[in-house]
């Protein structure tokens, strides 16, 4: 797929405002670094949760945390350990 097929015209307007803090950006950075180092593995499987709010069309994510996966056996989708994403929300 190429980018031309992605990117929307800049003449396109979506009127939904975006707004990503820096602390996020450092937070998935560290995380995928520190996973990749830990599993010795070039393209790790990372899941996590932006936290932010929205009013209107306007979003503004200014954090985020890892969440615990496992991976099936089979190939399918990760599942998520819902305690741990309890606890997470609750801190």
């Not at 990117?7 to 995928?32: K, R």
């Not at 969440?67 to 305690?83: H, K, R």
């Amino acid at each position: 797929m190429s980018v031309e097929n992605v990117v929307l015209p800049s003449s396109t307007t979506s009127g939904l405002s975006v707004s990503l803090h820096p602390l996020p950006i450092l937070n998935i950075s560290e995380h995928f670094t520190r996973i990749r180092l830990q599993n010795n593995v070039s393209l790790p499987l990372i899941v996590g949760a932006l936290l932010g709010t929205q009013t209107g069309r306007e979003v503004e994510i200014v954090n985020t945390f890892e969440l615990a996966a496992t991976v099936p056996t089979n190939g399918g989708a990760p599942e998520l350990d819902q305690a741990f994403l309890t606890s997470r929300k609750d801190q």
